[in-house]
């Protein structure tokens, strides 16, 4: 995908956005506190592709935008089967592990907070979640992804073994 298509993609507004944390950082000064903001975004197309995006500035509006403007550089392609993942995985980053597991049609989402992010940006609709280990907001966002870049389809294996299904 070329560039010009990607930022027309863009523009069409079909991106999921989903601010999953901001937090304020406070720098002591001569005339008191001096605060700025970070922002850590997930932005998805709901059909298989999902970043997340970490923004910093001494305002929220603008951090959020720079989150954005940092997921849209480095996207993903999730395989997806359905409105579910196509097997169980576990995605590790630190001390975070996130498991995902398929679920039947209708289950719904059943994640927390900043996995659901990850996972609904993503396009999934049905899935079982279990986040272990870290509670730390990034760490659980980026070891979704790790986890949802780790799936494959059973044709794909097959492609990739050159065997016949």
């Known amino acids: 995908m070329s560039t010009d298509t990607r930022d027309r993609d863009r523009d069409r507004g079909e991106w ?3 601010v999953v944390s901001i937090r304020r950082c406070a720098a002591v ?5 001096r605060f700025s903001f970070n922002a850590l975004v997930v932005v998805g197309n709901g059909r298989g592709q999902v970043s997340w995006g970490y923004g910093k500035a001494n305002e929220v ?5 720079k989150g954005v403007k940092d997921a849209h550089k480095q996207m993903k392609r999730v395989q997806l089967k359905g409105t579910t993942v196509p097997h169980a995985v576990v995605g590790r980053f630190g001390a975070a592990r996130v498991l995902l597991m398929p679920a039947a049609p209708g289950t719904g989402v059943i994640a927390g907070g900043a996995v659901r992010a990850v996972v609904e940006a993503a396009g999934i609709r049905d899935v079982l979640t279990k986040s272990l280990g870290s509670t730390n907001k990034l760490n659980l966002v980026k070891a ?17 073994r050159g065997v016949q299904i």
């Open 29 to 33: 000064v001569k005339g008191g506190r």
């Open 16 to 18: 999921v956005e989903s």
């Open 61 to 65: 509006p603008p951090a959020v935008e």
């Open 144 to 160: 979704a992804i790790q986890g949802l870049t780790q799936l494959r389809t059973k044709e794909e294996i097959a492609r990739l």
